[in-house]
């Protein structure tokens, strides 16, 4: 499954982990955050449009503090993509979904670099 929702106890083995042998993206969203929920669907899309390649992780911050501090998450929606267990690039806010698609695909490019 491209989409998991991921809690505190599951994110170390399903992001840290897994974003060893492919690039994890964490949407640190909420379920009152209108742009949060704008923003999923197309997240999703580009996720499954690359199934196999990347894995989409939502953290509900209301659920999970402590992810949402571990990782200085200021507002949401708040996107981070993690490559063997890092932090490598990030974006808050709605955006575009050609910007969307961007960011997976440098994400996926810079994978493949490594």
Do not use: N
């Amino acid at each position: 499954m491209p989409v998991l929702d991921v809690s505190e106890r599951s994110f170390d083995p399903l992001v840290l982990d897994r974003s060893t042998v492919m690039p994890v993206v964490v949407d640190f969203w909420a379920p009152w955050c209108g742009p949060c929920m704008a923003l999923t669907p197309l997240l999703e899309a580009a996720t499954i449009a690359r199934t196999g390649e990347v894995v989409l992780a939502k953290v509900d911050i209301d659920l999970c503090p402590a992810l949402w501090k571990r990782y200085e998450v200021r507002t949401v929606p708040a996107v981070k993509a993690f490559r063997h267990r890092e932090v490598v690039a990030e974006f808050t806010g709605i955006q575009p979904p050609d910007a969307v698609q961007a960011f997976f695909d440098e994400l996926l490019a810079s994978f493949a670099r490594a």
